[in-house]
């Protein structure tokens, strides 16, 4: 029988304490309800500056062949990411995993492609000084053990929005500056906003993202008009 459709909620209380709680939709009675056998976070209250929640699918086999079914090759229950300011969590039903991070606003996530080992998404996320991050889980054979988090480099434009397309393309999206199409690297490239130029220097910085493509900024357009005659 498949499960119903279930969601997870970051509340706030007058005290400023934040709280991560679950729920699942009842489809015949059109109705939140305490969940039954699904998953509960493990850990409740989380860093006050979150912000925002990233399903984490099931585990699946890397080993797995393409024929399997998804059901025959999770490896045990997902959960959720919870992204705030000075910690990133990882709460499930068996496991709570935290990340502490200098204090940062983050505005923007995406998910990308599995890692080969662990068979979970890793994920990207953009905060509000230009710097990429990608957060990924460090786990055995049956669950997650910890979260590592690997800052790719830093952009010329906030990235309001994050949408990864494929073969390590990544669209960003600002409001703020020109958007961009970036392309994320296995090993580390000179960063091209650095002065030293072409070739290679001691102390040069070292990126993993490259400009793909620009995007020029319109905005901010309030209102336009036609004037003269056409």
């Not at 699918?57 to 000075?86: D, H, M, N, Y």
């Not at 990924?136 to 054979?141: G, I, K, L, R």
Request: glycine fraction near 8%; include cysteine; proline fraction near 6%.
């Amino acid at each position: 029988v498949e499960s119903p459709p279930q969601l997870t909620l970051l509340a706030q209380n007058t005290f400023g304490e934040q709280s991560v709680n679950s729920c699942v939709v009842d489809i015949a009675t059109k109705a939140l309800r305490k969940p039954g056998n699904v998953w509960l976070p493990k850990k409740a209250l989380v860093d006050g500056g979150s912000a925002i929640l990233v399903a984490v699918p099931p585990r699946i086999s890397s080993t797995a062949a393409s024929t399997v079914s998804t059901t025959q090759r999770k490896l045990g229950p997902g959960g959720v990411l919870v992204v705030g300011q000075e910690q990133i969590s990882y709460l499930s039903s068996t496991a709570t995993k935290d990340l502490p991070c200098r204090q940062t606003l983050f505005l923007s996530v995406d998910a990308l492609p599995a890692d080969a080992e662990s068979g979970l998404p890793r994920y990207l996320l953009a905060d509000d000084c230009g710097n990429w991050h990608m957060i990924s889980f460090v786990t055995d054979n049956t669950r997650v053990t910890a979260l590592q988090r690997i800052v790719l480099g830093t952009t010329s434009s906030l990235a309001n929005s994050l949408v990864y397309l494929e073969q390590g393309l990544v669209f960003c999206g600002s409001a703020w500056g020109d958007s961009q199409i970036l392309q994320i690297h296995k090993e580390p490239v000179p960063n091209e906003n650095d002065d030293a130029g072409d070739e290679l220097s001691i102390g040069q910085e070292m990126s993993y993202l490259s400009i793909f493509e620009e995007f020029t900024q319109l905005g901010p357009i309030v209102d336009m008009d036609r004037v003269g005659k056409v």
